[in-house]
């Protein structure tokens, strides 16, 4: 197995770019790496706002709904710390990754009580940052209702139970799974990174076993009620549809 990236150099994915699923602000004054990680997020199938001082950071997320903000530390105008102690103090609860050279426990403990979510030291992996990243993004969805309702589908998490115009819908549990996923972010598109990532784990990103799993899922929830509920986006990855209003 090849070693993991530095934040050296470009990683490369076998995944196309295209519409992202998960917004995030990056904000670094560092235009070398605001650089790479524009980069490597957009290879990763995020939609990147690049910032460069800790003011506009701010301002950014109060005018916008970002999923993740990665914030570095040392950031003209506002530091990273101040920029997430005052978007905590006006509610504003976007996960925040920190990114800093500063390295020192009572660095981290100061991050983290500002309103940090998570740090990350320099130099970084570019795979751990990308982990890190995902994982903000799933925790930050775990407050969700325990029932996902898109018009007439109906999805009860706690007793993983799926109906469609009140019939009731038996799914594999992996079906299960990725219904539940995709409908968690319903109207955005997911890539297959975050797919295999939250259902299968470790696979061959160039098996399709994820395009049989969906195959068969379609089977059951859309051809018998003659709708559509999942459409795939090429080079994007897959969008659980909105009922027209």
Same mark, same amino acid.
């Given at each position: ?6 934040? #050296? ?5 076998h995944e196309g770019t295209g519409e992202a699923a998960m917004r995030i602000l990056v904000a670094? @004054?560092?235009?070398?790496? +605001? ?9 990763? +199938?995020?939609?990147?706002t690049l910032v460069g001082d800790g003011r506009t950071a701010y301002t950014g997320c109060l ?8 914030? @570095?530390?040392?950031?003209? !105008? ?20 920190? &990114? ?8 981290? *403990? ?25 994982? &903000? ?10 029932? *996902?309702?898109? !018009?007439?589908?109906? *999805? ?8 469609? #115009? ?11 799974? *990725? ?25 061959? &990103? ?7 799993? &969906? ?17 795939t986006l090429r080079g994007a990855g897959y969008r659980v549809e909105l009922p027209e209003t």
């Amino acid at each position: 197995m090849a070693a993991p990236q530095s934040c #050296s150099s470009k990683p490369e994915f076998h995944e196309g770019t295209g519409e992202a699923a998960m917004r995030i602000l990056v904000a670094e @004054d560092d235009p070398r790496l +605001a650089g790479l990680l524009e980069d490597v997020l957009t290879d990763a +199938a995020w939609d990147v706002t690049l910032v460069g001082d800790g003011r506009t950071a701010y301002t950014g997320c109060l005018d916008e709904a970002y999923d993740v903000a990665l914030v @570095d530390w040392m950031l003209p !105008g506002l530091d990273g710390v101040e920029v997430c102690r005052r978007l905590r103090e006006v509610g504003v609860r976007t996960p925040v990754l920190m &990114l800093t050279a500063r390295g020192q426990v009572e660095d981290r *403990i100061l991050g983290l009580d500002a309103g940090a979510d998570d740090y990350l030291p320099k130099p970084f992996v570019v795979d751990e940052l990308l982990a890190r990243l995902r994982a &903000l993004y799933r925790r930050a969805g775990i407050e969700a209702a325990p029932t *996902i309702t898109i !018009g007439e589908l109906v *999805i009860d998490r706690d007793a993983r139970r799926v109906t469609r #115009s009140g019939i009731e819908i038996a799914l594999t549990t992996r079906e299960f799974d *990725i219904l539940t996923f995709l409908a968690s972010h319903a109207g955005k598109a997911v890539s297959r990174y975050e797919l295999y990532d939250e259902v299968w784990g470790e696979t061959d &990103l160039r098996s399709n076993v994820i395009d049989a799993a &969906l195959a068969g899922l379609r089977a059951k929830l859309d051809r018998p009620f003659g709708t559509h509920t999942i459409t795939t986006l090429r080079g994007a990855g897959y969008r659980v549809e909105l009922p027209e209003t």
